[in-house]
């Protein structure tokens, strides 16, 4: 699921269905209907979410790598089942900064629930200039009664190696915490993942490669000849004159099947693999009339918006709360400070596209109703604009409203004048 998710090794897949001689043919094409369902579904990190936090907890926090993990988290937990968020300490950065973690195996004791591994293990990635010579997996314990959580790793040959005196888990909990597409039923892990898509993908990259030769041999045909006791005697090419023996025969073939019919089946895999997963399928064919309204696109998304809202309250929302806690515990150990239990999180809607006097309309009504204050528009507008912006934009709003209070005083002042 992961090669098919990134676009690799297709080759490695499709070749079961092809001797080699036909894959000499034509290329291996791979449109990635995975990865495009997988960024579809994931909608819920799509724009960041406001954190109701202490100022002290979101000083401490990498917010660029927590949203960036947080929306692969999503897209990963879609296609995989179960996935797990590491939070680690950044002693350079003095902040937490996270990573997602496809590859672990979590670790139970008799009695424990499937939903609530005691440990965990995974590997530690040794790629690039940073390798390291030989393969290391790490453990985290949580305590438990009577037992304290314990942390070290282990060789290719699990031969134990500390990186503490007592190999003690110094936060007492795990710094990973698991999400599933689904609540386990069987087991831990939940449900197949994004299998069905990953098989429909599969399917279109073998439909591509018979496309492709249906081109071909359509273009080329295969040329044969009957009747001909001596091959040696036959020679083809463009530029040679052909000398057929008596009573021979030169024949080409043409493609058994038709390639619009092989196009619309191919298009039949694609449209059923993504209306079952509650995404509507829309080709340059249907583009005609014009553009779609943002009331009309909110209708025709709906069972993909009830489907994210779904997914939000029972899977994100509960996640973000335990994924705070794992963090409050590793600041009170390594910045020495509680950053309180408060928290929350304000999950932001996908936005339709408005036209400029649609979207005056909705942040006026806002506005008159007290749902929304220049701050918010300011945010919406400049996500990423850094403290000193947002001040000086709230300190020109102070300015604003100080300059039209007189004036608001005298007109009040001269419309009960006239009420009298």
Request: proline fraction near 5%.
């Amino acid at each position: 699921m992961m090669d098919f998710y990134e676009g690799i090794n297709m080759d490695e897949y499709v070749r079961d269905y092809f001797t080699p001689e036909t894959l000499r043919q034509a290329p291996v094409l791979n449109q990635n209907l995975t990865k495009r369902v997988c960024n579809l579904r994931g909608m819920t990190y799509k724009r960041a979410p406001k954190l109701n936090a202490s100022e002290s907890y979101l000083n401490l926090t990498d917010k660029f790598s927590l949203q960036s993990e947080r929306r692969q988290l999503e897209r990963l937990t879609f296609l995989l089942g179960t996935m797990a968020f590491r939070s680690m300490w950044n002693e350079e950065m003095q902040k937490i900064e996270y990573q997602c973690l496809a590859h672990f195996e979590p670790l139970f004791l008799a009695g424990d629930r499937r939903d609530q591994p005691v440990g965990i293990c995974y590997p530690i990635e040794y790629q690039g200039m940073a390798r390291l010579e030989k393969p290391l997996h790490a453990v985290w314990t949580a305590d438990r009664p009577g037992q304290p959580g314990q942390h070290y790793l282990l060789d290719e040959h699990g031969q134990k190696i500390s990186v503490n005196e007592l190999d003690r888990n110094p936060y007492g909990v795990l710094p990973v915490t698991f999400c599933h597409r689904h609540p386990p039923i069987r087991d831990f892990w939940s449900g197949s993942g994004a299998m069905d898509v990953v098989s429909v993908d599969l399917a279109v990259c073998v439909a591509q490669f018979e496309l492709q030769l249906a081109i071909r041999y359509g273009a080329m045909g295969i040329k044969y000849i009957t009747n001909v006791e001596d091959a040696s005697r036959v020679q083809i090419g463009t530029d040679k004159l052909l000398y057929l023996p008596t009573d021979s025969e030169l024949k080409v073939t043409n493609a058994g099947g038709s390639l619009v019919e092989i196009v619309d089946a191919t298009r039949f895999l694609v449209e059923s693999c993504l209306n079952n997963n509650h995404i509507r399928a829309k080709y340059a064919r249907d583009d005609s009339g014009n553009a779609s309204s943002a009331a009309a696109l909110a209708i025709m998304e709906l069972e993909n918006t009830m489907e994210r809202d779904a997914q939000t309250e029972d899977t994100w929302r509960p996640w973000e709360h335990r994924r705070y806690e794992v963090d409050r515990a590793i600041l009170q150990v390594e910045a020495n400070t509680d950053v309180g239990a408060d928290y929350s999180v304000d999950f932001l809607e996908p936005n339709y596209a408005l036209d400029p006097q649609s979207e005056i309309a909705v942040w006026e009504w806002r506005f008159s109703r007290g749902l929304a204050t220049p701050m918010d528009w300011f945010d919406y507008m400049n996500s990423d604009a850094p403290e000193s912006k947002r001040q000086e934009f709230e300190n020109l709003q102070a300015e604003r409203q100080q300059d039209q209070t007189p004036q608001n005083r005298l007109l009040n002042r001269l419309q009960n004048d006239a009420n009298n």
